[in-house]
C-alpha cells in the first residue's frame, strides 16, 4: 500500500516563503504531486514531479527526492489568497494509477 | 487539462433515499476515479470507475452502497445508496489525462451531500 505524511497545519507571515514537507513510501512510485485546495472548493493542481530535482513555476516550486521518499511545495512572496490546504498526493504503477493523497497541509497567511 | 463538469453541486436528501452524481468530462481521460472528502480531512478514494466494467472499490467501500458506472471514456456516475448521516460529506469525481503531452489529475467541482 501506500502511505503519504505531511504536517497538519502551518502559519507563516505575508510576504515570507513557507516550505511544506511530504513524505511518502510505495512499492512502484510513479509521479507525486501537490494540489491546492481553498475550503468549499475542488483541488488544483500546483505541481507534478517524477524525476528528482526542483521544478519551479511562478512563485511555487515543488522539490521531489526519490531515494529519500521526500518532496516538498516552496510557496515564496506569500499572499494572504495563498491561505489554503496544500494536499501532497503520489501514484503507484503498482496500484492501478490511482491518485492516494495525504491529510493535507492547512496553511494560514497572517498579515 | 481536461475539464469535468459535476452534478448536482449540492443536495440535501433524506435519509434511506439514493443519490446519483454525474461527471462528464470534455475529452477522453484514461482512468476517473471517485473520492469523499469528509469536513476537514483530506480525499479518501472510494472507487476507480472502469469504462465498461465494474469498479475497483477500495477497502471499506462496497458496490451496494455505491454503486458506479462507466459508459464510455468521458462520462461517469457514483450513486450514494440507502443514505445516512453519515454520508454527509463532499464527493469528488476525478480524471486522468495523457493527451497532449500533459499528465495530470483533474477534479470536477464536487457535491455537497447533506443527509438529514
Known amino acids: 500500500g501506500q502511505n503519504i505524511d505531511q504536517p497538519t497545519e502551518m502559519t507563516a507571515t505575508e510576504g515570507a516563503i513557507v516550505q511544506i514537507n511530504c513524505t511518502y513510501q510505495?512499492?512502484?512510485?510513479?509521479?507525486l504531486f501537490w494540489y491546492q485546495q481553498h475550503a468549499g472548493e475542488a483541488p488544483t493542481f500546483l505541481s507534478y514531479?517524477?524525476?528528482?530535482g526542483l521544478e519551479e513555476k511562478g512563485r511555487f516550486s515543488s522539490f521531489l527526492s526519490r531515494s529519500k521518499g521526500y518532496s516538498y511545495l516552496l510557496l515564496k512572496e506569500l499572499q494572504m489568497k495563498d491561505s489554503a490546504s496544500y494536499l501532497c498526493?503520489?501514484?503507484?504503477?503498482?496500484?492501478?494509477?490511482?491518485?492516494?493523497f495525504g491529510q493535507g497541509t492547512e496553511l494560514s497567511v497572517k498579515p | 487539462s481536461a475539464v469535468i463538469s459535476q452534478k448536482p453541486s449540492r443536495d440535501i436528501c433524506q435519509r434511506g433515499t439514493s443519490l446519483t452524481i454525474q461527471c462528464q468530462v470534455d475529452?477522453?481521460?484514461?482512468?476517473m476515479f471517485w473520492y469523499r472528502q469528509q469536513p476537514g480531512q483530506s480525499l479518501t478514494l472510494i472507487a476507480t470507475?472502469?469504462?465498461?466494467?465494474?469498479?475497483?472499490?477500495e477497502s471499506g467501500f462496497v458496490i451496494d452502497k455505491f454503486p458506479i458506472s462507466r459508459p464510455n471514456l468521458t462520462f461517469s456516475t457514483l450513486t450514494v445508496s440507502n443514505m445516512s448521516p453519515e454520508d454527509s460529506s463532499i464527493y469528488l469525481c476525478?480524471?486522468?489525462?495523457?493527451?497532449?503531452?500533459?499528465?495530470?489529475?483533474?477534479f470536477g467541482s464536487g457535491t455537497r451531500l447533506t443527509v438529514v
Open positions: 514531479n517524477v524525476l528528482d
Open positions: 510505495t512499492s512502484g512510485f510513479n509521479g
Open positions: 470507475a472502469n469504462q465498461g466494467s465494474e469498479a475497483t472499490y
Open positions: 498526493a503520489a501514484t503507484d504503477y503498482n496500484q492501478g494509477g490511482k491518485l492516494i
Open positions: 476525478s480524471g486522468e489525462s495523457q493527451g497532449g503531452g500533459n499528465y495530470g489529475y483533474t
Open positions: 475529452s477522453q481521460v484514461t482512468m
